[in-house]
C-alpha cells in the first residue's frame, strides 16, 4: 500500500524559506522519479519540481531558482527547500512519484497523501 506523508508547512513572511518533506512507503523509492505538487485554492494541482533515480533535477519556471528539491533514499524522503517564498506560492504541496511519457510528466500513483499547508502573507 503506497503512502506519501508531507511535512514541514507552515505560515511564513514573503521572502522567507521552508523545507518540505515528504515520506514514502509501500513503493521501491530509489527506482522512482519523485515530484512535487502543489495546488492553491480554485487552480488545478500543478507540478513544480522533480528529480530522477539519479538525482536529475528539474523546476517550473515559477519557482526556479528558489525551489530545491532533493532526495534521501536510506530515508525514503523527498525534499523540498523553498526559499524568496512569494505569495504565490501559498497552496497545499503534495508528493508523488512522477512518470514521465513523451516530454510529459504524470502523477504515478493514484493516491495522494494529505499535503501540507504552505501560506505566505505580503
Known amino acids: 500500500q503506497v503512502q506519501l506523508v508531507e511535512s514541514g508547512g507552515g505560515l511564513v513572511q514573503a521572502g522567507g524559506s521552508l523545507r518540505l518533506s515528504c515520506a514514502a512507503s509501500g513503493i521501491i523509492f530509489s527506482s522512482n522519479a519523485m515530484g512535487w505538487y502543489r495546488q492553491a485554492p480554485g487552480k488545478q494541482r500543478e507540478l513544480v519540481a522533480t528529480i530522477t533515480s539519479g538525482d536529475s533535477t528539474n523546476y517550473a519556471i515559477s519557482v526556479k531558482g528558489r525551489f530545491t528539491i532533493s532526495r534521501d533514499n536510506a530515508k525514503n524522503t523527498v525534499y523540498l527547500q523553498m526559499n524568496s517564498l512569494e505569495p504565490e506560492d501559498t497552496a497545499v504541496y503534495y508528493c508523488?512519484?512522477?512518470?514521465?511519457?513523451?516530454?510529459?510528466?504524470?502523477?504515478?500513483?493514484?493516491?495522494w497523501g494529505q499535503g501540507t499547508q504552505v501560506t505566505v502573507s505580503s
Open positions: 508523488n512519484a512522477v512518470l514521465t511519457i513523451g516530454g510529459s510528466s504524470f502523477p504515478l500513483y493514484q493516491s
